[in-house]
């Protein structure tokens, strides 16, 4: 499995997933998975949640 720190993500948000994955004790690739079935997808894949014009997001990438 890919580490996901090494991928790019913060230490702040993979300390955040690996509390939250303690917490419900459950491993963090099984925490993912269901965070992922349960985000709402526009019509073009995105998070329904996610900005239409991304001016001003912070977006690296790996």
């Known amino acids: 499995m890919t580490n996901l720190y090494a991928r790019g ?3 702040e ?12 004790g ?6 993912l998975e269901e965070i992922a079935k349960r985000i709402e997808l ?3 894949g995105r998070p329904a949640w996610w900005p239409a014009e991304q001016e001003g997001l912070d977006l690296k990438t790996a």
């Open 26 to 31: 459950v491993p963090l690739p099984v925490l």
């Open 13 to 24: 948000a993979k300390a955040f997933y690996d509390q939250v994955a303690n917490a419900t």
């Open 42 to 44: 526009d019509p073009d």
């Open 9 to 11: 993500i913060s230490k």
